[in-house]
């Protein structure tokens, strides 16, 4: 099972990101965990100066910007094959 964390304090751009997390994770039929991020010193850990982040499996993969669903289709199915 995958673990994707929203780093994020909730804003507009955090909950985007969740959302297109949560419709790869069901188009692509697997199992993961999303979870959200809000405490600052938990985000700082992963080195993020600028929300949304988004890590998978503990590999920052974006930061400041929403990713396409595309994006975190192609990263979902990499962090799959080294999982």
């Given at each position: 099972m995958l673990t994707i964390k929203?780093?994020?304090?909730?804003?507009?751009?955090?909950?985007?990101?969740?959302?297109?997390?949560?419709?790869?994770?069901t188009e692509m039929g697997i199992e993961a965990e999303v979870i959200k991020v809000t405490e600052y010193p938990e985000i700082m850990k992963?080195?993020?100066?600028?929300?949304?982040?988004?890590?998978?499996?503990?590999?920052l993969v974006s930061t400041g910007r929403i990713p396409t669903p595309t994006e975190v289709t192609t990263w979902l199915a990499n962090a799959l094959e080294t999982a």
């Open positions: 929203v780093l994020g304090s909730g804003c507009a751009n955090c909950k985007r990101v969740e959302q297109i997390a949560h419709k790869v994770v992963y080195n993020v100066l600028s929300t949304p982040g988004l890590v998978i499996n503990e590999k």
